[in-house]
T-cell receptor, first 114, second 118 residues
Framework: GENVEQHPSTLSVQEGDSAVIKCTYS??????FPWYKQELGKRPQLIID?????GEKKDQRIAVTLNKTAKHFSLHITETQPEDSAVYFC?????????????FGGGTRVLVKP | EAGVTQFPSHSVIEKGQTVTLRCDPISGHDNLYWYRRVMGKEIKFLLHFVKESKQDESGMPNNRFLAERTGGTYSTLKVQPAELEDSGVYFCASSQLTGGVRGTDTQYFGPGTRLTVL
């Protein structure tokens, strides 16, 4: 089955700096890669996703890149703000006609220091 | 639009007791997933319903766990009897696949049920 590794497990950055989280996956059949943000005591929320036919996707201060050959994808947050502090999870899945089971990485706790 | 809801938010039970968790998906979502996060580790898949049918239950740990989705609306996850290692946060997510395998299937998560088995 699919295995997703996520690094680092914790990340502390100064406000305004960039943060990068990296994930690798094992199953070449995976073609959908979402990123979830979970603030303390709240539900995981999708912040960005990418499909295997795209190499990069941006949404304001957030970007995700995908290297299918190397089987890794990364989340980039620029100009970090205190409200970016949260646990971030990457996931991978093969999208099938009847839905997709997500395999998650272990999570990265991001702390943005003012 | 109301999001995915879960009940209860917290549950503390003794080892050997039974607990039933409930998930109400977003209205109209055919796909319903159960996940679990144990002791700060990764979120792990438990099972997937499409309407009332179990599409994939490969992540269910053992036969002490029983999930149902009668009528294809809300779902319940029963743990009987509960063991210490069942402690964790149980998440439910729902989605509506559109566009087939090239489409979108964004999963919306509920707030989770924190289960503590003593």
């Amino acid at each position: 089955g699919e295995n997703v590794e996520q690094h680092p497990s914790t990340l502390s950055v100064q406000e305004g700096d960039s943060a990068v989280i990296k994930c690798t996956y094992s199953d070449s059949a995976s073609n959908y890669f979402p990123w979830y943000k979970q603030e303390l005591g709240k539900r995981p929320q999708l912040i960005i996703d990418i499909r295997s036919n795209v190499g990069e996707k941006k949404d304001q201060r957030i970007a995700v890149t995908l290297n299918k050959t190397a089987k890794h994808f990364s989340l980039h947050i620029t100009e970090t703000q205190p409200e970016d502090s949260a646990v971030y999870f990457c996931a991978a899945s093969p999208v099938k006609a009847a839905g997709n089971k997500l395999t998650f990485g272990g999570g990265t706790r991001v702390l943005v220091k003012p | 639009e109301a999001g995915v809801t879960q009940f209860p938010s917290h549950s503390v039970i003794e080892k050997g007791q039974t607990v039933t968790l409930r998930c109400d998906p977003i209205s109209g979502h055919d796909n319903l997933y159960w996940y679990r996060r144990v002791m700060g580790k990764e979120i792990k898949f438990l099972l997937h319903f499409v309407k009332e049918s179990k599409q994939d239950e490969s992540g269910m740990p053992n036969n002490r766990f029983l999930a149902e989705r009668t009528g294809g609306t809300y779902s319940t996850l029963k743990v009987q009897p509960a063991e210490l290692e069942d402690s964790g946060v149980y998440f439910c997510a729902s989605s509506q696949l559109t566009g087939g395998v090239r489409g979108t299937d964004t999963q919306y998560f509920g707030p989770g049920t924190r289960l503590t088995v003593l």
